[in-house]
């Protein structure tokens, strides 16, 4: 099953323009974090964001959590066509009970050049 | 290179087989995550291991089964296989548990046929 849940689930942008993902998860939690596939390929660890954390930045990254509603959102500022990629987010369980991450089902990123 | 190794990249069985995919994690990761990647079920985890210890499971079939070895390389063994075990298997690796980012392999796509 899975805890988070993206959306949109596909999204199609121009160069240029921002890309924003949200994602909504069920459970309490002790961190969010967001990853990238590229077709086929293995996912990349993008940011972490802690349950105590409303916003954190990582280059042309910017990502929010509301816990108290339960979501985050993963903005993506000025996209390159080099952004074109599956978008997921996973939640670490509060207490690390089951001690794994739960993914959600991702969000489909094309940036247009 | 994310310096999780996965062999093969590609393997193609029959229906019944067995077949078993590697995984040497990240220098200095002691956590192996396995999980399974299919169009209709996303990312769903299998198993955990830390320091050669099962610590947990997730969705993983009685026909699979994984191992952690001393040098803290894993093997996930998939037998009798059927044609709904085609996916891409992911292995990935942490120092810890989850408050860590993950670092995945690139994948073996199995296709059974």
């Known amino acids: 099953s899975q805890q988070g849940e993206e959306d949109p689930q596909a999204l199609s942008i121009q160069e240029g323009e921002n890309a924003t993902m949200n994602c909504s998860y069920k459970?309490?939690?002790?961190?969010l974090q967001w990853y990238r596939q590229n077709s086929g390929r293995g996912l990349v660890h993008l940011i972490l964001i802690r349950s105590n954390e409303r916003e954190k930045h990582s280059g042309r990254l910017r990502v929010t959590l509301d816990t108290s509603k339960k979501s985050s959102s993963l903005l993506i500022t000025a996209s390159r066509a080099a952004d074109t990629a599956s978008y997921f987010c996973a939640t670490a369980p509060f207490n690390n009970a089951g001690n794994m991450l739960t993914f959600g089902g991702g969000t489909r990123l094309m940036v247009k050049p | 290179d994310s310096g999780v190794t996965q062999t093969p990249k590609h393997l193609i069985t029959a229906t019944g087989q067995r077949v078993t995919l590697r995984c040497s994690p990240r220098?200095?990761?002691?956590?192996v995550y396995w999980y399974q990647q299919s169009l209709d079920q996303g990312l769903q985890f299998l198993i955990q291991?830390?320091?050669?210890?099962?610590?947990a499971k997730g969705n993983i079939l009685e026909r699979f089964s994984a191992q952690q070895f001393p040098d803290l390389h894993s093997e996930l063994n998939l037998s009798s296989l059927e044609l709904g075990d085609s996916a891409l298997y992911f292995c990935?690796?942490?120092?810890?548990?989850?408050?860590?980012?993950?670092?995945f392999g690139s994948g073996t796509r199995l296709t059974v046929v």
């Open positions: 459970t309490s939690i002790n961190n």
């Open positions: 990935a690796s942490s120092p810890g548990g989850t408050a860590y980012g993950y670092t």
């Open positions: 220098s200095g990761d002691l956590s």
């Open positions: 291991y830390y320091n050669g210890e099962e610590r």
